[in-house]
């Protein structure tokens, strides 16, 4: 059983368009993320979210959205796609509260390429 | 500002030993973490600590200093499979996660 799926792996498509990625995880944790990991490797939070409170990275633009239909799923739209949005976009899960450590489980990843 | 500092890059032999450095500033803290990162791949949870001193487990060793800001990963007896970049964490006051942008080790024969 994955602890923590998202699909698409792989998404390549065209400027402009509007895609979106889900994640879901099985693991009954009360927080999800979202990462962008850019061609330098460096992973950058997007946004995390639990059932009462969505916490976004200021710098990500607003035509990234996350949309949770309940605890367990945390799903990425992207409208009017740009080619800088090329990443690898990770999405993760954790108890943060104590006595959890808040290790961080993380899905396998999806490729996004925008031409 | 908070800030996570960790070498670039670094080169060792197989069987021998390596330190990866880590050196935090952040607003609070609540634990640092290590994580693994080979190519291609999702990071995975390497070790957790919150308290000064040394967690082992297995081959790989992890070492806290607070009022030093200061943390290293100890990988002994390397193999080739430890080839990989190690990500660096840092838990603040508010239970975000500020990362360092990961230190690519590469094991030589």
């Known amino acids: 059983d994955t602890a923590v799926s998202q699909t698409p792996k792989y998404l390549v498509t065209q400027m402009g368009n509007d895609k979106s990625i889900k994640c879901e995880q099985n693991l009954g944790h009360d927080t999800m993320y979202w990462y962008k990991q850019d061609s330098k490797k460096f992973l950058k939070i997007m946004f995390s979210y639990n059932n009462k409170e969505l916490i976004i990275n200021e710098t990500v633009p607003n035509r990234f959205s996350p949309k949770s239909p309940d605890k367990a799923h945390l799903n990425l739209h992207i409208n009017s796609l740009e080619l800088g949005d090329s990443a690898v976009y990770f999405c993760?899960?954790?108890?943060?509260?104590?006595?959890?450590?808040?290790?961080?489980?993380f899905g396998e990843g999806s490729r996004l390429t925008v031409l | 500002g908070q800030n996570i500092d960790q070498p670039t890059e670094m080169t060792a032999t197989e069987g021998a030993i390596v330190q990866i450095n880590c050196t935090y500033q952040t607003s609070g803290f609540n634990g640092l973490f290590w994580y693994q990162q080979h190519a291609g791949e999702a990071p995975t949870f390497l070790s957790y600590?919150?308290l000064d001193g040394l967690e082992e487990k297995g081959r790989f060793s992890s070492f806290l200093s607070r009022s030093k800001g200061y943390s290293y990963l100890l990988l002994k007896e390397l193999q080739m499979k430890d080839s990989a970049s190690y990500l660096c964490?840092?838990?603040?006051?508010?239970?975000?996660?500020?990362w360092g942008a990961g230190t690519k080790l590469i094991i030589k024969p």
């Open positions: 993760a899960s954790s108890h943060i509260r104590e006595p959890n450590t808040g290790e961080l489980f």
């Open positions: 600590n919150v």
């Open positions: 964490a840092v838990m603040d006051s508010n239970y975000q996660l500020i």
